[in-house]
């Protein structure tokens, strides 16, 4: 039997927030219906009808549906699910046939793009973990079992960039050379740049060394830094079914690469031989491997790979020291930062600041090298805030927050500013939401809300211009640019969490709610909720229920997969109803609010909302004292700290 406090503080006012929140759900609803309609068949897939020429486009179709089921554990409709779930299938079905995937599975491809693949299969795992278990499992077997020929236990490395479902997919292009157009050289320079001897001119691509044979054989086999993220999709398999395998493998596989971050003075190296010697495929370099240090992306993609890994290690073992993974890298290249305008920057990523930053493109402010070659550290840009915040938002250390002050102070654009961006991650207002939490911005909770709503309309007339559009191979982007789902201001606002990090990390909450009611995950109809901080001994939540009519329950979850433990909760309370007045009066007084303790001591509370009442908990939460798990509320079966398959009965004293 779950804790249980009711909601007594009258609802007279109702807040800015609450009603944009409950309208944003309203509006999103409306959206995915359109798109769904405009955009995809009967059985889900999406209206296509060219080929796939490369190996690359599997992300691009998932990624149109990732944050679908997520909005679903926000509170989003009960057929939402089941919409979600329809379109991965019949997504599955049209990559299948495409001859992309083999048994439901990517083919072989690199952990940049995996990793974006995945999110919605995470999600849909979250959301329904009794229908996903078999696949989510199956799908980590290919990495925990070295029968499938992806990992080698010996030398504790994945056996090459492109990995997946098929051992035969080997290398990373199809023909001569690697498929590098014009516009890319000119963005990002060639990978193995120093394999062309110094004046020599570079000749057709097909003979290019750069991209061709050369590449091949130092890139195409070996391991790389960006598959760590496949950490991820083992993380999801433990935390559904809880077997030592797949804790176990990510330990070792987490460890042996802060093995050699550590050897090579704390920065993550980018590529390992075989044989498990790093940098043996590239004359010794620690960097240059695929989708590492040197080439598309660097940090963008190394970072967010890094703490992908950190963080599942940490989550399966309870070993923090694990974040030590990513640390040291971004102290590096935050010490080697300096203070200059984008405008002034050598940045590869021109399209994403630009839009991000708006005026403040001509604006001096720290930005830090994201490359490293042979002619050391380049390509500077503002700092990507998805890493420095996953890693505080886990340890809640003072340190993690220090980091994140200092970048703050060193900014020289207003955090507090809120700009309605569209970017692939539907994140980038980390800086924002950082200001609320430390008291700076109290009113950014309706403006990321009125930004998500524009948002919204802006992607429903995107999707009227693009509708009935023969997609051709080359514009397959337009589904995710058009994809109308905004969620990053509801996971910051309701869950007291970042967007999950995109190139497949698991979702991070203080808090997440299920309606006592329906039994199903999400923030019932007409309630509203603000996480305003998210220290562990004072993780305050408001909960409002803008209902005039109707009664409704909300369970209120320690973490995203029930990880924490709320010891002590301190709750609003309004018990004196002089507040209403005599029969004659023609107001009424403000209410007299107080406030009552009980204790916990578990991962889950029900609070109790009568009509038009609102409560503020203030929660003592003790981080990471259980294993995640899938493991609901509702579960009366099933072992400590994982999921059970099948949900029985209400909890203890509660109505059917």
């Known amino acids: 039997m779950h804790p249980v406090i009711t909601a007594s503080v009258p609802l007279l006012e109702p807040p800015g927030w609450a009603i944009a929140q409950r309208r944003l759900f309203d509006l999103l609803d409306h959206a995915w219906r359109r798109f769904a309609r405009d955009f995809t068949g009967p059985d889900g897939r999406l209206l296509y009808h060219d080929r796939l020429t490369s190996r690359d486009g599997v992300d691009d179709f998932y990624e149109t549906f990732f944050n679908w089921p997520q909005l679903y554990l926000l509170g989003g409709a009960d057929d939402l699910l089941a919409a979600s779930e329809r379109h991965w299938e019949g997504v599955t079905r049209q990559l299948t046939e495409l001859g992309m995937l083999h048994e439901e599975y990517e083919r072989g491809y690199d952990w940049f793009h995996q990793g974006e693949s995945l999110l919605l299969f ?8 009794e229908r996903w278990t078999e696949r989510a499992l199956r799908f980590a077997d290919l990495y925990v079992d070295p029968a499938h020929g992806n990992y080698d236990p010996e030398h504790r490395v994945i056996r090459r960039p492109h990995n997946g479902s098929d051992p035969r997919r080997e290398g990373l292009f199809d023909g ?9 050289a000119r963005t990002y320079g060639f990978p193995l740049e120093w394999v062309l001897p110094p004046g020599a001119e570079p000749g057709a691509p097909d003979r290019d060394p750069r991209l061709g044979e050369e590449m091949r054989r130092r890139m195409g086999i070996g391991d790389t830094a960006v598959n760590l993220a496949a950490a991820g999709l083992v993380l999801n398999a433990w935390t559904l079914s809880g077997e030592s395998r797949y804790r176990d493998w990510i330990a070792e596989y987490v460890g042996a690469w802060r093995e050699r971050a550590a050897a090579n003075g704390g920065v993550l190296p980018d590529n390992v031989a075989p044989d498990g010697t790093v940098g043996g495929l590239l004359e010794g370099r620690w960097y240059g491997g695929h989708y590492g240090w040197s080439w598309p992306h660097g940090w963008y993609s190394v970072g967010h790979a890094a703490i992908v890994g ?21 102290d590096e290249i935050i010490a080697r930062g300096e203070v200059l305008a984008f405008t002034e920057a050598d940045s590869s990523l021109e399209s994403k600041w630009t839009v991000q930053l708006e005026e403040d493109v001509r604006t001096p402010t720290l930005h830090v090298p994201f490359r490293y070659g042979d002619r050391g550290w380049f390509d500077y840009n503002p700092m990507l805030m998805a890493v420095p915040i996953a890693l505080w938002h886990h340890s809640a250390s003072d340190a993690d927050r220090e980091r994140i002050e200092r970048l703050r102070a060193a900014s020289g654009y207003d955090w507090r500013t809120v700009r309605p961006f569209r970017s692939k991650e539907e994140a980038g207002h980390e800086e924002p939401w950082f200001a609320f939490l430390a008291g700076d911005d109290p ?17 429903l007339t995107r999707m009227e211009r693009y509708r009935g559009m023969d997609v051709p191979e080359a514009d397959i982007h337009v589904w995710q640019q058009s994809n109308p789902v905004v969620t990053e201001a509801l996971v910051q606002l309701t869950w007291g969490g970042p967007q999950v990090v995109y190139n497949g990390g698991l979702q991070q909450a203080r808090v997440r709610y299920y309606d006592a009611d329906a039994r ?23 909960l409002v ?31 004196d109803p002089s507040w209403i007045g005599d029969m004659y009066d023609y ?8 406030s009552k ?37 509702f579960d009366t079966q099933g072992r400590e700290g994982h999921s059970s398959p099948h949900a029985t009965s209400l909890p203890e004293g509660e109505d059917s």
């Open 443 to 459: 009113g950014y909770p309706e403006r990321i809300l009125a930004a998500a709503q524009a948002q919204v309309r802006h992607r």
């Open 310 to 330: 950190a963080l599942a290690a940490a989550g399966a073992t309870g070993d923090d020291a694990h974040l030590d993974l990513v640390r040291p890298a971004l």
């Open 587 to 594: 107001g009424h007084r403000r209410p007299v609010v107080t």
């Open 597 to 633: 303790e009980i204790d916990v001591d578990g991962p889950w509370l029900l609070v109790e909302l009568p009509r038009s009442t609102r409560i503020r908990l203030t929660l003592d939460l003790d981080l990471r004292t259980r294993p995640p798990s899938y493991r609901t509320p």
């Open 545 to 575: 229920n803008l209902d005039p009519r109707s009664a409704r329950r909300v369970i209120v979850q320690a973490g995203a997969f029930a990880e924490h433990t709320i010891g002590t909760v301190r709750h609003t309370v309004c018990d």
């Open 122 to 129: 995470y999600f849909l795992c979250m959301a329904a973990p």
């Open 176 to 184: 001569d050379a690697y498929p590098w157009l014009p516009k890319e």
């Open 520 to 542: 199903r995950p999400g923030l019932p109809p007409e309630v509203a909720a603000l996480v305003s901080r998210i220290d562990p001994e004072a993780t305050v939540v408001d």
